[in-house]
């Protein structure tokens, strides 16, 4: 139990497009998605906290208007890139939790996002 | 400020054993977390402690001392696939994740 899957694995773009990563609990209810950035040999950067039905919450530095998070189910969350930059190549990971307060967080597989 | 500080690599042999610390600062602790993670893949769950002491599983084991902000993992027995990044990660008083910038770990035959 416990999977959380993401999609698309990896997707390469050409830069100024917007470019969408579905990220979907299978066999449970998120009431919490949290999305990480990971840079080459770097360790995971939190960008925002989503809970089910509200507006993310969003850690300092991570522009909402260019991320934008939208979690509109117990089993679905989504990060829009928008007008994405080479910069913003990065290893991109969601992962999930069941209550909102302590409990395991579980990562989906990450997505590659490389802009040209 | 919040902090993790642990190794950023460390070498070890088959078969040996090997420790990996991990120290922590945080506002408020509600657990202290370690991952796997291989290169280009998501991190997997290790362990959880929350409690003083050592918790074993199997060849892994993790050890915490909250009132010096401290934690490790013991790994037993190494395998090549043992070979990965390890992340220590504490959660504080509003269940956030504080990360470490995670150790790697290369096994040598």
């Known amino acids: 139990g416990a999977v959380v899957s993401q999609h698309p694995s990896w997707v390469i773009c050409k830069s100024g497009t917007s470019v969408k990563i579905e990220c979907r609990s299978l066999?449970?209810?998120?009431?919490?998605m949290f999305w990480y950035r990971q840079f080459p040999k770097q360790s995971l950067m939190l960008m925002a906290t989503?809970?089910?039905?509200?507006?993310?919450?969003?850690e300092q530095g991570v522009e909402k208007d260019k991320f934008l998070i939208n979690h509109a189910s117990l089993t679905l969350s989504t990060l829009t890139v928008t007008s994405a930059h080479p910069e913003d190549s990065s290893f991109y990971i969601c992962?999930?939790?069941?209550?909102?307060?302590?409990?395991?967080?579980?990562f989906g597989p990450g997505t590659r996002l490389t802009v040209l | 400020g919040q902090n993790i500080d642990q190794p950023t690599e460390m070498t070890a042999t088959e078969g040996a054993i090997v420790q990996i610390n991990c120290t922590y600062q945080t506002s408020g602790f509600n657990g202290l977390f370690w991952y796997q993670q291989h290169a280009g893949e998501a991190p997997t769950f290790l362990s959880y402690?929350?409690l003083d002491g050592l918790e074993e599983k199997g060849r892994f084991s993790s050890f915490l001392s909250r009132s010096k902000g401290y934690s490790y993992l013991l790994l037993k027995e190494l395998q090549m696939k043992d070979s990965a990044s390890y992340l220590c990660?504490?959660?504080?008083?509003?269940?956030?994740?504080?990360w470490g910038a995670g150790t790697k770990l290369i096994i040598k035959p």
């Open positions: 992962s999930a939790s069941q209550t909102r307060g302590y409990n395991e967080q579980f």
């Open positions: 402690n929350v």
């Open positions: 066999d449970f209810q998120a009431t919490t």
């Open positions: 990660a504490a959660m504080d008083s509003n269940y956030q994740l504080i």
């Open positions: 989503s809970n089910e039905g509200s507006k993310a919450t969003y």
